[in-house]
């Protein structure tokens, strides 16, 4: 099946929606956490973003016929995202200075409360996400598989692993395979993620959210190429951040493997195997086939 909306337009829509519900959820770190480490809190979910990742919970929970209101769920995904922004950007980490056109958190702030703030996120999400499931009257056996999906793909499995082999990496000569599990892993875990945490609110089955969750991977896995092809190619003030970080710390990346044509003819092929995923899958799957569209032809 095929859908007539446009992605653009719903993605600008999602992020009309998920903003005021992330600067509440701001607000209530501020209350929480006394002194700069709620105001870090408050500071980076305030940052402005594409909110690509919340967009994908809601086009999953669409497709699968969800009604309700998901966005305080895909919220949650955004918070856990928005963390590990932050500590990548950390010294020890990227030593980055700048993130979506502002400081980055430990420049803003400091090191430590920049730290710390990424990881009062992480049960900070949790709230959010079951604020966001009881908003949605899931059942408890739902909620809970939600939770595995999201924890997972940001834990040691998934999204830790990759930033864990990102950094041992760095200076190091890897295979082409290799570099794909680190991305699949560091990039394509959340992204996968939220889309089947948006069919699994929507009661889809084992099968299609499996479906969902290899979809994710590829788009994710094709978003991080473009990711490395605009770091080689753009300047500061088109990606609001900085770029060139990659070939400066010696990291690994699709450019270096590949050539800016053969990463990006990489990434299109990613998002055209994406696509191919959904094609078995009864539902309107039109929205997440535009994602595809997106991901490999973003300029930021």
């Known amino acids: 099946m095929t859908s007539t909306t446009d992605w653009a337009g719903f993605l600008a829509a999602t992020r009309s929606a998920v903003e005021p519900v992330l600067a509440a959820w701001g607000d209530r770190a501020r209350e929480r956490y006394a002194g700069p480490v709620g105001e870090a809190i ?29 966005i305080e769920l895909a919220a949650a995904v955004e918070v856990v995202h928005t963390y590990s922004l932050v500590h990548d ?41 079951m604020s966001g499931t009881e908003r949605l009257g899931l059942p408890v056996e739902r909620v809970s598989r939600i939770g595995v999906e999201l924890y997972q793909a940001a834990g040691a499995a998934g999204m830790i692993r990759g930033q ?5 990496a760095e200076g190091k000569a890897i295979t082409l395979e290799e570099l794909i599990d680190l991305h699949r892993a560091k ?6 993620a939220s889309v089947a945490i948006g069919g699994l609110a929507a009661g889809a089955d084992d099968e299609a959210v499996a479906a969902l969750r290899r979809y994710g991977s590829d788009v994710g896995l094709a978003f991080q190429i473009v990711d490395d092809v605009l ?34 003819a990489e990434a299109r092929r990613y998002a055209t195997q994406a696509v191919d995923q959904l094609r078995d899958l009864p539902v309107d799957s039109g929205l997440l086939e535009e994602v595809a569209d997106f991901v490999v032809s973003r300029r930021s």
């Open 42 to 70: 408050a500071y980076s979910l305030d940052s402005p973003g594409k909110r690509f990742r919340p967009a994908l919970v809601v086009a999953g929970y669409g497709a699968f016929g969800g009604r309700g209101d998901a």
């Open 89 to 129: 950007d950390l010294p020890c980490m990227d030593d980055d200075d700048l993130r979506r056109g502002r400081p980055t958190t430990h420049r803003a702030f400091d090191v430590p409360t920049a730290m710390e703030a990424g990881f009062q996120m992480v049960p900070l999400s949790l709230d959010v996400l």
């Open 164 to 168: 864990v082999l990102d950094l041992e």
């Open 187 to 192: 990039t394509g875990a959340l992204i996968a």
């Open 231 to 264: 770091d080689a190619t753009m300047t500061s003030d088109e990606l609001g951040k900085t770029p060139g970080k990659d070939a400066e710390q010696h990291k690994a990346n699709f450019v270096a493997a590949l050539g800016v044509d053969g990463a990006g």
